[in-house]
């Protein structure tokens, strides 16, 4: 019986797997992914290092969100359309990680160390600028370095997502996708249940520099097992292209068809109710009411971090759940509950939510919702875009949203310094998301005109 099952055959494109070695592959991407998933909780302390310095909700909302927008902007369709096309031994995505992570990791460690360079540097060139303040340099590090790792983390997680596509065959897509979801979110309940109020005891170098080797050698070990199969060449002329023409053919093929700006429309306004809420969330726990700002919970770092670990936790077993619904239902009918749930949760907390207890209860509604959202978003893309141009479609829901998002952290930032209370998130989120669910109904109805569950085509 074992034997026979170890010959089932499993393909995407040119590679063909037994079930021993899908699993393989499926261990070493969902390894890494655990381990990205750990690094990518430690940047969570960035508007914390920020406010311990005396920055703004502008500025906050400025470097921990709208920067990673803006670098995706500007990087996402360069990133598709350089992979799609580039081929090498290695395939043509895991050069890019090859060369980014070590960029990456030294960016995470200069971040964990941006306190005593601060110190140092005030003290060598302190006076060179008009007698520069300490906290003030010690906010231009930090946006110093953190452009260095949204830069070199913008490549990771592209082409790490366009991995999925080429190395992972359809019909284990969804299950795949809710181990990655469930194995993300076990990594993030780590980071928060059991490190994150390490920062508060003066251990911030030690959370960044742990964070940043762990994922380095995942990333090595992903390069050196997961193999890539072959590719037709890339279409005649790509290399010769100007970029004024690139430009133009990128624009032509992603952003004249409804069915595709539907997708982008959908997920620009999800992502500008997330990046805002995740962005605020922590201060709006840990802040006391009554230090000029209202609706605040007053939690300690810790507390935070034990309830952020816990709702991550219970998103899990939901996660793992959802990969083989998402295989026989669809991902997108999937997604059209996610944002229903989303939607409803947010509602609720703005009238619900009058203490730890109660702010605990209500993210676990908002966790498990979100579980189901985030699964099947995910999932969609590889049913829905062109296979042999995946990596550029997937660069323009990016670019697309985070258009969107770029603005996003920085006018909620400055409306939370205008009302001065943090229950304003609550329906900046809500609004976002009711405008995100009417567009994938739409979006849903298209697909089915387009031949949905039996007859579908990504349209070219």
């Known amino acids: 019986m074992n034997d026979e099952l170890n010959?089932?055959?499993?393909?995407?494109?040119?590679?063909?797997?037994?079930?021993?070695?899908?699993?393989?592959?499926?261990?070493?991407?969902?390894?890494?992914?655990l381990c990205l998933s750990i690094?990518?909780?430690?940047?969570?302390?960035?508007?914390?290092?920020?406010?311990?310095?005396?920055?703004?909700?502008?500025?906050?909302?400025?470097?921990?969100?709208?920067?990673?927008?803006?670098?995706?902007?500007?990087?996402?369709?360069?990133?598709?359309?350089?992979?799609?096309?580039?081929?090498?031994?290695?395939g043509r995505r895991r050069p890019f990680l090859l060369w980014a992570t070590p960029c990456l990791v030294l960016s995470l460690i200069l971040l964990g160390f941006s306190g005593p360079l601060t110190t140092y540097l005030h003290r060598l060139v302190g006076d060179w600028f008009g007698g520069i303040s300490a906290d003030l340099l010690g906010i231009a590090l930090i946006g110093v370095f953190a452009f260095s790792f949204y830069f070199f983390n913008t490549y990771i997680i592209q082409i790490y997502q366009y991995l999925f596509a080429d190395v992972i065959p359809q019909e284990v897509m969804g299950k795949f996708v809710g181990l990655y979801r469930g194995i993300g979110a076990l990594g993030g309940f780590i980071f928060n249940r059991w490190l994150l109020g390490l920062?508060?005891?003066?251990?911030?170098?030690?959370?960044?520099?742990?964070?940043?080797?762990?994922?380095?050698?995942?990333?090595?070990?992903?390069?050196?097992?997961?193999?890539?199969?072959?590719?037709?060449?890339?279409?005649?002329?790509?290399?010769?292209?100007?970029?004024?023409?690139?430009?133009?053919?990128y624009c032509r093929e992603c952003f004249v068809k409804p069915f595709y700006l539907k997708i982008y429309i959908m997920a620009m306004f999800y992502?500008?109710?997330?990046?805002?809420?995740?962005?605020?969330?922590?201060?709006?726990?840990?802040r006391a009411t009554g230090s000029g700002y209202s609706g605040c919970l007053g939690m300690s770092l810790d507390n935070f971090g034990k309830v952020k670990g816990w709702t991550l936790l219970l998103q899990v077993p939901i996660f793992f759940l959802i990969g083989p619904l998402m295989d026989r239902f669809h991902p997108l009918r999937i997604l059209l509950a996610g944002l229903i749930g989303i939607l409803a949760v947010y509602v609720v907390g703005m009238f619900a939510i009058s203490g730890t207890s109660t702010f605990f209860w209500w993210w676990v509604a908002n966790a498990a919702a979100t579980?189901?959202?985030?699964?099947?978003?995910?999932?969609?893309?590889?049913?829905?875009?062109?296979?042999?141009?995946?990596?550029?479609?997937?660069?323009?829901?990016?670019?697309f949203f985070s258009c969107g998002v770029v603005l996003a952290p920085i006018l909620c930032g400055a409306l939370l310094d205008q009302v001065k209370n943090y229950n304003v998130l609550f329906i900046w989120a809500a609004f976002f998301t009711?405008?995100?669910?009417?567009?994938?109904?739409?979006?849903?109805?298209?697909?089915?005109?387009?031949g949905g569950d039996s007859g579908y085509v990504a349209p070219v």
């Not at 405008?435 to 005109?449: D, F, I, T």
């Open 39 to 90: 690094m990518e909780s430690v940047p969570a302390l960035i508007p914390l290092q920020l406010k311990w310095l005396g920055a703004s909700d502008k500025i906050v909302g400025l470097l921990s969100g709208s920067l990673s927008a803006i670098l995706s902007v500007m990087l996402c369709p360069i990133i598709g359309m350089q992979s799609d096309r580039h081929r090498s031994p290695l």
């Open 199 to 249: 920062a508060e005891q003066g251990y911030t170098w030690a959370l960044y520099g742990g964070s940043a080797l762990l994922y380095g050698a995942a990333f090595m070990l992903l390069v050196w097992r997961v193999k890539e199969g072959d590719y037709p060449p890339p279409e005649t002329g790509a290399h010769t292209q100007r970029l004024p023409e690139l430009i133009r053919q």
């Open 271 to 286: 992502w500008t109710a997330w990046v805002s809420f995740n962005t605020f969330v922590i201060i709006y726990a840990t």
């Open 434 to 450: 009711a405008l995100s669910l009417l567009v994938a109904l739409s979006l849903y109805r298209h697909w089915k005109r387009l």
């Open 7 to 33: 010959r089932q055959l499993y393909r995407v494109g040119t590679l063909t797997y037994t079930r021993k070695a899908i699993l393989m592959v499926l261990f070493w991407m969902l390894w890494a992914d």
């Open 371 to 399: 579980a189901v959202f985030s699964a099947a978003y995910l999932a969609i893309f590889p049913r829905l875009l062109p296979q042999a141009k995946f990596g550029q479609y997937f660069s323009a829901n990016q670019i």
